[in-house]
């Protein structure tokens, strides 16, 4: 099966691919500096939709129809809102929100037609937990959980299964932004990279709507859970009598 991941020069994405190649996917990484991993590698922005729709045509046309897609690529700025920089901003929800769109909209009408596929988008908890520092970046996560949640619905009466990951802290490089001048935000509860690259495998085999990858305190899913008490049911209402 051919499996395509984003943002896959380091952190999850990198893990993603050392995991997918693991258990004998043939995976093609993406990113926008150049992936030192995977079986065929791109660089890709996927801010910009014509680059996205040429590589994913390239990788269809000359490597094979897509089974998996893998939104992982995605950054944050932070900040006060009145100090951060607009022009970023937009760079990082063209990043964060609109680029999954984009690499999904060249690849699901294929998975439609197929019956099969996976995809799978990395969120985040801050998706539903919002910081004023990490503002723009917190809200373009709240609606690629949207996006995904709604495509859940839709996709399940096509055979084609849709997952959201929400990891709490990673030790990533997630703070290498110029934006947080020097300041390490990932707290010592952080968990490695590999074990969201395991909720993402987990995803693709499953479909399963939402998954979280808890910090190693165990207890951030569970406040989310309070926070979103009804979401479930609604989502299930929502695909019961949804056309």
């Known amino acids: ?17 050392n995991l997918l190649k693991a258990e004998g996917y043939e995976v093609v990484a993406t990113s926008r500096s150049e992936p030192e991993v995977g079986d065929h590698r791109f660089r890709l922005d996927v801010s910009n939709r014509a680059e996205v729709e040429a590589i994913m045509g390239k990788i269809k046309s000359e490597i094979g129809p897509i089974d998996v897609v893998v939104n992982n690529a995605g950054f944050g700025i932070y900040g006060s809102f009145l100090e951060t920089s607009i022009e970023e901003e937009e760079y990082m929800i063209k990043t964060n929100f609109l680029g999954p769109i984009y690499v999904c909209k060249t690849v699901y009408p294929d998975m439609v037609k197929r019956r099969s596929g996976s995809i799978v988008n990395v969120v985040s908890e801050a998706a539903y937990v919002n910081s004023p520092v990490l503002l723009v970046y917190s809200s373009t996560k709240a609606g690629l959980a949207s996006f995904t949640n709604g495509l859940w619905v839709e996709a399940r009466k096509y055979g084609v299964k849709v997952s959201g990951i929400y990891p709490g802290p990673v030790k990533t490089n997630f703070s290498s932004h110029p934006s947080f001048k020097g300041r390490e935000i ?58």
């Open 186 to 243: 990932t707290p010592k509860y952080a968990v490695e990279p590999e074990r969201v690259a395991k909720a993402i495998l987990k995803g693709i085999r499953t479909g399963k709507r939402e998954i979280y990858v808890p910090s190693k305190l165990l207890l951030d899913p569970y406040f989310l859970k309070l926070t979103n008490v009804m979401q479930e049911f609604t989502y299930r209402i929502v695909d019961k009598f949804s056309l």
């Open 1 to 17: 099966m051919l499996a395509v991941v984003t943002g896959a020069s380091k952190g999850i994405g990198k893990a993603t691919v």
